[in-house]
């Protein structure tokens, strides 16, 4: 049984755990504020702790209507990480509000301004849960692999039970993801070639183009966010670097679309995205799911990944057919895909190690003390 006295070396650990969460474009955008419950008018047993994750407005997307959707997402892994790190150690959690769900609790000045809450959880001490030890130890494990996976049949009915993500808290959760998986070789190459005519979109839009480029990261050493050049084309030689660095700035960009190099960059894409064993597409039921849904859609969403990468599976995001309504209402037409398709990628075994993302870690977290 652990005590209220285990909280803050049990929270140390799983904040430490929770920093390695995938986000958008690595931004790491979330934010998180740790108390007493009564500070925020809520109830909770002895020795509980109320958690606040918030989206950091200086760190979020803005570019693009998506990236409200890509943020909460986001927000909801990191939710559903410390959830689970906490949970192993024996503090269970519960949802006691989410954005939009009335009364709001009293947040008051404990809150930076720039700081947008979206959700509250209260963790209790109990027993800790022996369930969750392969998801936990997935969390550092885990990678967005963008290498070939390994060659293959790889059926649907192995990896479903995968993907059925639970948020880990009692609570208002909300309801289960419909996926899709894409097991068969005429669906997989279709899905490449629709990638393939629609990828050049995310270097065809200027704005959104050089805020991504603002996330590529030519230091790695001394990298706390954003990915280096390797994270997006693997190792390379010291003349591909310096040819990438050229060719993906923003000014390079703009006269390279006039000669078609968007679209050889989408060819590639699609070429790896019709060569993986299978494809998985995540999506809500409701198509004007609000923001607390998008949130609990994200904890789902890691469960299933840390689900995947413990059975010795990865997953490579392929964002560039969701972030725009156009080409996704046409993936959603064109595969049959019900609802609002939120998280498409790639799914395989890996056949080569990819290295993790640069991180700010648990000594850079922004945390603040509810109640001072």
């Given at each position: 049984m652990s005590g209220a006295g285990d909280f803050e070396p049990a929270f140390a650990a799983a904040l430490t755990l929770a920093e390695a969460s995938p986000s958008s474009h690595n931004s790491q955008p979330w934010a998180l504020?740790?108390?007493?419950?009564?500070?925020?008018?809520?109830?909770?047993?002895?020795?509980?702790?109320?958690?606040?994750?918030?989206?950091?407005?200086?760190?979020?997307?803005?570019?693009?209507?998506?990236?409200?959707?890509?943020?909460?997402?986001?927000?909801?892994?990191?939710?559903?990480?410390?959830l689970l790190a906490l949970r192993q150690q024996g503090f269970s959690g519960r949802l006691a509000w989410r954005i939009g769900d009335a009364p709001r609790p009293k947040f008051g000045a404990d809150l930076p301004a720039t700081w947008t809450p979206l959700a509250v959880a209260i963790v209790a001490p109990g027993?800790?849960?022996?369930?969750?030890?392969?998801?936990?130890?997935?969390?550092?494990?885990?990678?967005?692999?963008r290498a070939p996976y390994a060659e293959g049949a790889l059926a649907a009915a192995d990896v479903a039970p995968l993907c059925a993500g639970e948020v880990a808290a009692e609570g208002p959760v909300g309801e289960p993801l419909a996926v899709t998986i894409f097991d068969q070789p005429g669906d997989v190459k279709a899905l490449g070639r629709f990638v393939a005519r629609h990828a050049a979109a995310d270097f065809a839009h200027a704005a959104a183009w050089r805020e991504t480029h603002a996330y590529i990261r030519h230091d790695p050493a001394n990298a706390v966010d954003g990915f280096p050049l390797t994270q997006l084309f693997g190792p390379l030689s010291w003349a591909r670097t310096w040819f990438f660095r050229i060719a993906l700035h923003p000014v390079?960009?703009?006269?390279?679309?006039?000669?078609?190099?968007?679209?050889?960059i989408a060819g590639e894409f699609g070429a790896l995205v019709a060569g993986s064993p299978?494809?998985?597409?995540?999506?809500?039921?409701?198509?004007?799911?609000?923001?607390?849904?998008?949130?609990?859609?994200?904890?789902?969403?890691?469960?299933?990944?840390?689900?995947?990468?413990?059975a010795g599976f990865a997953m490579h995001p392929v964002s560039v057919v969701l972030q725009h309504d156009d080409i996704r209402t046409k993936l959603q037409s064109e595969f049959n895909l019900a609802g609002r398709v939120v998280f498409f990628a790639r799914l395989g075994r890996p056949v080569a190690a990819f290295p993790p993302t640069p991180r700010r870690g648990a000594a850079n977290a922004r945390v603040a003390r509810l109640g001072g």
């Open positions: 504020a740790v108390g007493a419950p009564a500070v925020l008018g809520l109830d909770g047993p002895a020795g509980s702790r109320a958690l606040v994750v918030c989206l950091d407005e200086d760190r979020k997307l803005r570019t693009l209507a998506a990236h409200t959707l890509e943020m909460n997402l986001s927000c909801g892994m990191y939710l559903q990480a410390l027993k800790p849960d022996d369930d969750v030890t392969d998801r936990v130890a997935a969390l550092p494990a885990r990678r967005t692999n390079t960009m703009g006269v390279l679309k006039w000669f078609g190099y968007p679209r050889i299978a494809s998985v597409a995540f999506a809500l039921t409701d198509p004007k799911a609000g923001d607390a849904d998008q949130l609990l859609a994200g904890a789902r969403l890691l469960d299933a990944w840390l689900r995947l990468t413990a």
